[in-house]
């Protein structure tokens, strides 16, 4: 019995134990918290606990998690949280805790000095976040009291009368390369008083000063004590890829005849480029152990032996008490003796001890603020964590939260990084509580936490994490001086392993365990703008297209006959084909465009050209390799801020992967990055993007990039694809570490589990001119009318016979061989492109199946060799791809002859337009074309491009060949779309010319009037019918094709009294015309009676902008 009474009492325990791990000891009480920044005794009265929300402060305890910056490697249990330290309580005569009484507890500040055993030296630790420590008061009842020290078993054999002295200097308030964690103070020439009032004036004192500096040539820079020289540090010249400034130290040792110390440090070189900076000095000294009413901490490292004991004396001139506070969550009182003016107690000193001795001189805390309860330890269950600093963003999370949950099942938690800190690092900024957390999830769901997405910006200086600022906390690496070593890594926060993380050296071990994915956004406008085009981008069908079987690689040019920015580009292309040959990719090689020269430098302007027609036209996947900065990529300009902002392509959002040095530097709050313009920008750039914040080397940047592409387009085993933050993290994993780390400098802009829209399904060509295409030898001829029929299948390879929808062909010509232009000097490269195109159109998919027909124009190359059609289909829900090579060549000499051209249309925005009315800045070009050979969109013959003329400059046509499809099921019908980019007001002239696919052409021109977007316009109100009986449509023509419009529309009876108001908000459709149906009810609810019945319109923008217009219609029976 006795046996089984025990078991029920270890097991009752164990259930204890593991149910208070399980919840955070804030989830209940109420709790206030305090704030301090010296190390030393402080005191609590009852009457300050009054103040500090306590209405009954009998029960009390405080609770804490150390001072200074916590482990970047994981240990191997899981991270301390919150926890409760030792007080000691001073109840009166009484014995009642009330007013007049108080309670002692030893408070840390975030800074203080460390023992180095094996260099036998202190060394000083300073929070690089966090100036202010805080603890946690709670209404329950201390369990940690502070206890008096047992007396050493064994009798001292020294005796104690001085002690270590420690002092610093140091000014944390400018980081140089606005990168790492270490901070510095200009130098100039720097004066720094030290005083140590009890300095032994026979011992040494060991000066260590570490200084950094910049010059072009090797300089010095001096230290002097008390005005005379003592020591000189050298530093050697620094180059453009050299640290911005050497680091320095000295440290020697100086006898002083007085308690007062006076060091000048000063750099002997200047110049425009020159920086001198002090990093810290630190001063060690021996002291005589004196107690002056001041809190005297102390610490003796000559007395440290094996099983010795050690007496310390103690010249004070009055009782004070003693702590031994070497463990400072739960000091121990010590026994001491007071006689003759001198304190003395005994200590065991085996290991160094450090102690504080005390009177009535207690600091003081401050009250913060009061807490709310939570609790993160126990509510684990989650694939996927969203951590915010700005309460803005909390609803722009939930949109995240709730479409993943809608679409992958996923269960999300939205966490503030402000609790996160109160939680595990007591309320300190610290990047190393947020992955502990992290950690904690993962480990608690066992490893089914899959995503983290940081809701916010980033900086170098982690200072500004405070509450409501936008910013999550980043990690910086030690180094702080050589940009080329020095990163800022999410990476930190997936790494989650016992032992993985960052050494003391500053080296990362592990690897990912989960995707880590970083909205970069300061307001909340960006907030909605990133939000709004992910969710678009996971539910709308309309964000789909045949674009999504087009991969754009954009290569740099030569470096000093160095070619491999192209050469990489063209391996990756090469990898990518023949794993995933469906894909169609446009390779954009800045050395195969012409080169001009300009005052601002080379310029590549038919590049820049191919660059924003590309993302009009859209693409799965943007790949630059180059040279880059944070304002543009390559040194000819070829993608910048400005034509970010140009690009309108919000339903073709591209990921970006960038090979380019610091594209995304994030954390520099100065400037917003080209990387943060991508994903920023609104209603266009990117989706998301894997991409670089600081310098990278090319040869690892290949690497990565090509891993990227091995797991970029997988599939997980239901055939969806893989997220972009898992195969971030697979091709993370499979790259090795090299090169100062480069690959911890390439992040992931977006949210991770955001699934790339590569299509589920696949694409079969099952016959050609109904032959089995197993069977089917022949090669197409030109003037040709082809037939294919089709299948669309599962990734059981199943024919999906529930699937309609619409099909897309694009029918190419052979791959053929062009070479680079050589305009740096350098040799000429070789490489393959495929992108002349034949035919595009769309036909019907019904029951999983689709047929198309269309003519081959006259225009192709005319040697041997396979031409490609590629397939790509979409409903309301899914996709699909394929494609099949098939031999192109020679003319079919049977053709009918054809001598007529094309029948073309024009408009601007929709087909009420007319020629001559007013657009917007950035309109949209339409063209209705027939013909009955079809349209020749072909490149293979100069000339006969669709081409078009902008306002006379012959000189620059744009060719529209690939904004052409022909229409649904036919390829004699088609339609062009171009979006104009940002147009200059005034009146402009279109000029266009087509051709069909037997050579023969016909011209159009259109007129119209472009009128700045900002400055709304209305320009014509019309009402149809007019007269009305039962209802009216009110017809708007306006110039804001883009955006959001407000409309209010107020009708009048003839005298004047208001009887009806329609309010309501117009989505852009790219058309400036938009109609609002009315029933002709009043707003009382009866039909508006017959007679003449005045209106006016009034238009607001999404800026604030308004415009007003009138008008009258008649009502009759």
Not at 602 to 618: F, I, L, S
Request: aromatic share 12%; hydrophobic share 35%; proline share 4%.
């Amino acid at each position: 019995m006795k046996i089984l009474y025990s078991c029920i009492v270890c097991f009752l325990y164990l259930l204890t134990f593991l149910s208070s791990q399980a919840q955070s000891v804030l989830s209940k009480g109420t709790w206030a918290k305090i704030s301090v920044t010296e190390s030393g005794v402080y005191k609590i009265t009852y009457d300050e606990l009054l103040g500090m929300g306590f209405s009954n402060p009998t029960a009390i305890s405080i609770y804490g998690n150390g001072a200074r910056t916590l482990s970047l490697q994981n240990p191997e249990e899981l991270p301390s949280v919150l926890h409760e330290i030792a007080i000691l309580v001073d109840k009166g005569t009484d014995n009642v805790f009330n007013s007049g009484d108080y309670l002692l507890f030893y408070g840390q500040a975030t800074t203080g000095w460390n023992f180095d055993t094996t260099k036998k030296q202190f060394n000083y630790n300073n929070h690089p976040y966090c100036q202010t420590n805080y603890y946690y008061i709670t209404d329950k009842q201390a369990t940690k009291y502070i206890q008096t020290a047992a007396t050493p078993n064994l009798p001292y054999t020294k005796t104690v009368n001085s002690f270590d002295d420690m002092y610093i200097y140091e000014q944390n308030t400018i980081n140089p390369i606005k990168s790492g964690r270490m901070w510095f103070e200009t130098m100039g020439n720097k004066t720094i008083s030290f005083s140590i009032p009890h300095l032994i004036i026979s011992k040494p004192i060991t000066i260590h000063t570490q200084v950094a500096g910049r010059h072009n040539t090797w300089g010095n820079m001096f230290i002097k004590i008390n005005n005379q020289a003592f020591d000189t540090i050298q530093v050697w010249g620094t180059t453009s890829n050299s640290p911005y400034a050497v680091l320095k130290s000295s440290r020697k040792q100086y006898i002083n005849n007085s308690t007062t110390l006076n060091l000048n440090i000063y750099a002997g070189f200047s110049g425009v480029d020159s920086r001198s900076y002090i990093d810290f000095c630190s001063i060690h000294a021996r002291s005589n152990l004196t107690f002056q009413n001041t809190q005297l901490h102390f610490r003796d490292t000559a007395s440290v032996g094996p099983n010795t004991s050690a007496q310390f004396q103690i010249t004070s001139n009055s009782q004070a008490t003693v702590w031994d506070i070497t463990n400072p969550e739960f000091p121990q009182k010590i026994t001491t003796q007071f006689s003759n003016n001198t304190l003395t107690f005994t200590s065991d000193v085996s290991t160094l001890r450090e102690f504080i001795t005390f009177s009535n001189q207690y600091k003081s805390v401050t009250f913060v603020s009061a807490i709310q309860n939570q609790d993160l330890l126990s509510d684990t269950d989650y694939d996927m964590l969203i951590i915010y600093n700005n309460p803005l963003f909390i609803p722009y999370a939930q949109q995240i939260a709730d479409v993943h949950q809608t679409y992958d099942n996923m269960r999300t938690r939205i966490v503030s990084q402000q609790d996160i800190f109160t939680e595990f690092s007591a309320g300190r900024i610290d990047v190393s509580a947020l992955r502990n957390y992290i950690r904690w999830v993962y480990t608690k769901n066992n490893g089914t936490l899959q995503y983290v997405l940081l809701f916010g910006d980033g900086t170098y200086n982690n200072n500004l994490c405070s509450n409501n600022s936008s910013y999550i906390a980043t990690f910086q690496s030690l180094e702080s001086l050589y940009s080329h070593s020095s990163f800022v890594s999410d990476d930190f926060f997936g790494m989650l392993q016992k032992g993985e993380g960052v050494t003391p050296e500053d080296t990362f071990v592990g690897e990912l365990d989960i995707a880590i994915g970083r909205f970069p956004v300061n307001t909340e406008k960006e907030a909605e703008a990133v939000v709004a085009k992910t969710i678009d981008y996971i539910t709308k069908p309309a964000y789909r297209g045949d674009w999504q079987n087009i991969l754009c690689l954009l290569a740099d040019d030569a470096d000093e006959n160095q070619t491999f920015h192209m050469t990489d580009a063209d391996k990756l292309a090469q990898n990518i084909l023949e794993t995933y040959p469906y894909f169609n990719i446009e390779k954009i090689y800045l050395d195969a465009y012409k080169q001009i020269i300009r005052s601002a430098g080379q310029r590549y302007p038919d590049a820049n050209t191919a660059v924003n027609e590309r993302m009009k036209k859209g693409c799965l996947v943007f790949n630059y390799t180059g040279h880059g900065s944070e304002i543009q990529m390559a040194a000819e300009n070829i993608i910048n801020a400005s034509a970010i902002e140009s690009w309108k392509n919000g339903n073709k959002l591209p990921l970006f992967i960038t090979a380019s040095c610091e594209i995304a530097r994030f954390d520099e709050p100065s400037i917003t990055s080209l990387g943060e313009k991508f994903i920023l920008q609104h209603n266009g750039g990117a989706v998301a993007l894997f991409t670089t914040t600081r310098v990278v080397y090319a040869f690892s940047n290949y690497t990565l990039n090509n891993n990227i592409y091995k797991y970029l387009f997988t599939k997980d085993e239901l055939g969806k694809p893989i997220s972009i933050g898992e195969a971030f993290v697979q091709a993370k994993k499979v790259t090795p570490n090299d090169f100062n780390q480069n690959k911890r400098s390439f992040t992931l802009f977006g949210d991770p589990a955001l699934r790339l829209a590569v299509p589920e399904l696949s694409m079969h060509i099952d016959s050609i001119q109904n032959m089995p295409i197993a069977s089917f030898t022949d090669t197409l001829q030109s003037k040709t009318i082809v037939t294919i029929s089709g299948s669309i299948k599962n990734f059981e390879d199943e024919v999906q016979q529930e699937y309609s929808g619409t099909a897309y062909i694009k029918v190419f010509d052979k791959s053929q061989k062009i070479s680079t232009l050589g305009n740096d000097g350098n040799t000429p490269i070789d490489f393959t492109i495929q992108n002349n195109i034949l035919f595009q159109g769309k036909t019907s998919v019904t029951n999983g199946r689709f047929s198309s027909e269309f003519i081959i124009p006259q225009d192709i190359y005319y040697f041997k060799g396979n031409g490609k059609i590629s397939l790509y289909c979409t409903n309301d829900s899914i996709q699909g791809t394929g494609y099949t090579h098939v031999p192109i060549n020679g003319t079919n000499a049977f053709a009918e002859i054809d001598s007529i051209g094309p029948q073309i249309r024009l408009f601007m925005g929709d087909t009420l337009f007319t020629s001559g009315e007013i657009t917007s800045q950035t309109p949209t070009l339409l063209v209705y074309v027939y013909d009955q050979s079809g349209i020749n969109i072909s490149d293979a013959a100069i000339g006969h491009s669709i081409t078009l003329i902008l306002n006379d400059d012959f000189s620059n046509p744009i060719i529209l060949n690939e904004f052409y499809s022909a229409s649904l099921n036919t390829y004699q019908y088609g339609t062009i779309q171009y979006p104009f980019s940002t147009l200059p007001e005034g009146t402009h002239t279109i000029y266009i010319k087509v051709w069909d696919t037997h050579n023969n052409m016909s011209e159009e021109s259109i007129e119209f009037r472009v009128v700045h977007n900002s400055n709304i316009t209305l320009y014509n109100i019309y009402t149809f019918p007019n007269p009305m009986k039962d209802n009216v449509h009110f017809h708007i023509q306006h110039n804001q094709e883009l955006e959001n419009i407000r409309v209010r529309i107020v009708l009048y009876n003839t005298s004047g009294m208001r009887v009806k108001t329609i309010e309501q908000e117009m989505q852009p459709q790219g058309y400036t015309e938009q109609s609002i149906l009315w029933d002709g009810t009043t707003d009382s609810g009866s039909h508006i009676e017959p007679g003449i019945y005045p209106f006016t319109v009034e238009l607001t923008t999404e800026q604030g902008t308004t415009i007003r217009g009138n008008q009258k219609i008649l009502v009759i029976k």
